[in-house]
């Protein structure tokens, strides 16, 4: 459980820190131990250690995810040492939040029962409520309020679904729900069916599945654009984290969840691509671009776990690379917290040819253009999602991907056409935030040439059938 | 051997950008021409054998690449172009650095597509070479390329998908350990599903071969890109619909193929004549040339789809060479338009001024609509003897292409080239020192093949004859 306590110490060290120290030395501190805490869980790999009776577990899942949240997390962080000024954010207790925000996450990928990740999921939630309105902005203040009225509608669904789980199988956790729901011999299995749908919409609020998306435009747009980078990543690799524990383990066997995801996954694909291809701010694209990979992710929830987990984290991985790239290019380039227009795009890369080519790598691959990982990581959700037998939503799949290729297409290439009007921009040279899209485009490039890289570690079907514990 | 002739275009592509810029075009011609020198080597050696690792063990996708006769002699040709359109660019184009990045970064993706024998490799040199194509047409396009672009690229990701799903199905339904040809051939998929499977996988060659209902992408693509014409010679390059049809559909879909042999053939036939039918009546020569290109690729796929060994040869040759000389046509092009100031088809007696332009052109003419002794009339004649074994009817509506494209090549050629000059316009000067060399070769190549077509004859004849062997012969 080292992981989580040393972020959780990390917390509290940048609380009590924050009166003494610069914002910038806490920054560092949190950097550390989020580094830290990587290194502690490298070396949990393989051990399959558990603790509380089964209710934390860390298995190659967790800390495969939980790897990722730190990934995510340092990113933010990155970017962060340069914006934050600019987006009114430069107090301690941001960093803090976002910590505490991060041990959330952790509890939520290493939970072994639903009450250990419904805690994580607020402590989650809740630091990211105060994050969204931390920035002294009517529309952050707006964008926060949105947030937390939908969050805390998602989160009491969430909690009578678990309540009613727990009323039809009489355990909170997930080796007792799968082993009272295997060979489905639980006293009442309307309740039990009803209990799963309740969570699958409670799930659906936090990783912004359609029709529980509507936050999310306002969010990422509202709010600053550290903060759109971090809850359109940690925060929703750590919700997907949780259903692949919820559905891909302990629920896997009860009946009609899968038919009620298939039409939200539908749904989500089909009005997340659509909507971001009429959007004219490049934030508000990000955001409905969020929400059709929630689409695509969701595919490989679907599935088999021993294809669709390994799926779903190396797309997740690849997933946070690419978006936290794209919005630290946007957070390095833009002049207020409002972002870009697409037209403010025009000539990019005349002004800053780095930056609009590393944006432009991001959007490919969130395009899902070879060479980038971006393509792996969609093939690896089609395909998973085929092999189980849904070919038809496969198709569908298939033609949100077209609409989403002209989305992204159009601020790429207006990058890279020519302009004459003065820039846009804002001029300087930000070290950090450059680190961070390095990190990106590095990232998606070396994992989509060499996939193996990453989807190696995490291929082994084994590791897949323990999702529930054992 | 085989890594280097795909990738060093890449890699220099990459390292153009640390190249001092007065030396970026010599290093880019330096780049082509040693990969033109590693084709040719190849050639001389028989071909690059078979070379399999794996690529992703765990989803059994593996890194296959060949250069046999087929693949050898198409990419032989695109190093070739490749080197004419680095040439031209750097002469043409102001700070050409990007734009040759663009062109070797677009020419491994052809020649990994050619090398390629597993369909995800396929897929991913597939969709790496559309990434150049769009770069070009969005740096240097015209006012109305993001139409152009969004078109181009939603019809060409509509297909990729769709062939995608296909591939996975492929792997699926029949059992195959790897995505490897030689694997998906040992587990074949029959019955329907093998149909279901084919119109997935054909979806994306008919969008690139183009075939008619999917073409519309073409003359926009060619119409909006630079004036230069070297963007265009890189999307002839690009048709690669007729060689992924060959290396994968007849030997994966035969019976599905053979199922849809009239509609395809038919098809094919339509888009052969409809396509010339629309070049006559055009006014600007690159959308004149891009219908041109369309009906020769009609042709082509023609005699791919109707399976007969004959009417193949043809079609994998017309595809081969139509790239020399309707790339050079797309260069001329480029060259009217440098002297005049436009691309209309009705400028006016350029023959008197720039008489070695006007023949050279001609003569690039006389290739593209099939004069025996050039190289056009051998691909053509294959393939109208091939399908007339087929199908007599369709081979005749094919037929009348020819006669179509005399018709609107010459009409075109006689408004810009012959008449009279209008008073008053600018003088177009002759060709200079390597503009012989960019119109010439090609021609040379063309005239070569033409009149001893042996060679190349005897890159194709083998494989065809070995993949159509599998078929059972009966065909």
Known sequence: ?470 | MIHFFIFLPVLASLLIFLVPVRWREEFAGAAAGLTLAGGLWSWSVGGLSYYSVPWIPALGVTYSVQMDGVSLLLGIVTAFMTLIAIIYAGKRIPNPGTMLSLILMMETGLLGIYAARDLVLFYVFFEDALIPALLMLAIYGKANRMAALVKFAAYTLFGSLLMLISIIGLKYYGGSPTFALVDLQAHPVTGTLQTWLFLGFLAAMAVKLPLFPMHAWLPDFHAQNHDSGVADVMGTLYKVGAYGLFRFAVVLFPDAMLEFRPILMGLAAFTALYAAWIAFSQTDWKRLLAYAGLSHMGFVGLGIFSMNETAMIGALFLLAFQNIYTGALFLAAGMLQERVGSLSTKVGGIMTQAGALSGMTMTLWFASIGVPGLVGFVGEFSILLGAYQVSPWLAFIAGLTTIAAAAYGLTAFQTTYWQVRPAGAVLAHDLKDLDWLILGAPIAVSIFFGVYSGPALALVQPVVRTWMAGLGGGL
């Open chain 1, 1 to 470: 459980m080292l992981p989580i306590l040393i972020t959780l110490l990390g917390a509290i060290a940048a609380t009590l820190l924050g009166f003494f120290l610069p914002r910038r030395a806490i920054t560092v501190i949190s950097m550390v131990t989020l580094v830290l805490s990587g290194v502690s869980m490298v070396t949990l790999w393989n051990g399959g250690l558990t603790s509380f009776d089964g209710s934390l577990q860390a298995d190659n899942v967790a800390l495969s995810i939980g790897l990722i949240i730190l990934l995510g997390s340092l990113m933010t962080l990155l970017v962060s040492f340069d914006t934050a000024a600019r987006a009114k954010l430069a107090f301690p207790e941001f960093d803090a939040l976002l910590l505490y925000a991060v041990t959330g996450t952790l509890l939520i990928a290493f939970s072994g029962d639903l009450v250990t990740m419904l805690i994580g999921l607020e402590v989650m939630s809740l630091s990211g409520y105060v994050i969204a309105t931390l920035q002294n902005s009517r529309r952050a203040e707006e964008a926060g309020m949105k947030y937390f009225l939908l969050g805390a509608v998602g989160s009491a669904t969430l909690i009578y679904g678990i309540a009613l789980v727990y009323g039809a199988t009489g355990t909170f956790n997930y080796v007792g729900i799968r082993d009272a729901t295997a060979g489905l011999q639980v006293q009442n299995v309307s309740l039990l069916v009803v209990g799963a749908l309740l969570l699958l919409c409670g799930f659906g609020f936090k990783v912004a599945l359609a029709p529980f998306h509507q936050w999310t435009p306002d969010l990422y747009s509202g709010a600053p654009t550290v903060v759109g980078l971090f809850l359109s990543t940690v925060v929703k690799v750590a919700a997907f984290a949780g259903m692949l524990r919820v559905f891909g383990g302990a629920m896997q066997n009860v009946p009609a969840w899968a038919g009620v995801m298939q039409i939200l996954i539908i749904a989500t694909i089909v009005i997340g691509n659509l909507g971001a291809l009429f959007q004219t701010n490049f934030k508000r694209l990000m955001a409905y671009s969020a929400v059709a990979h929630t689409g695509f992710l969701a595919l490989a929830l679907l599935a088999n776990p021993a294809t669709g987990g390994p799926a779903l984290t190396y797309y997740l991985l690849v997933y946070t690379l690419m978006t936290a790239g794209a919005f630290a290019v946007l957070a390095a380039l833009q002049r207020t917290e409002e972002g870009f227009s697409l037209d403010d795009m025009r000539g990019l890369f005349y002004r800053h040819p780095a930056y609009a080519v590393a944006l432009a790598v991001c959007l490919a691959s969130l395009a899902g253009l070879p060479p980038f990982a971006g393509f792996m990581g969609k093939y690896l959700a089609f395909q998973a999602a085929f092999q189980a037998g849904y070919v038809g939503l496969t198709l569908i799949a298939a033609m949100g991907s077209v609409a989403a290729l002209i989305y992204y297409l159009r601020p790429a290439m207006l990058m890279f056409m020519h302009d004459r009007t003065p820039a846009r921009e804002y001029p300087g040279e930000r070290t950090p935030t450059t680190a961070a899209v390095v990190l990106g485009v590095v990232g998606v490039t070396v994992l989509g040439v060499l996939p193996n890289l990453a989807y190696g570690l995490v291929a082994n079907p084994a590791i897949w059938t323990v999702l529930a514990g054992r």
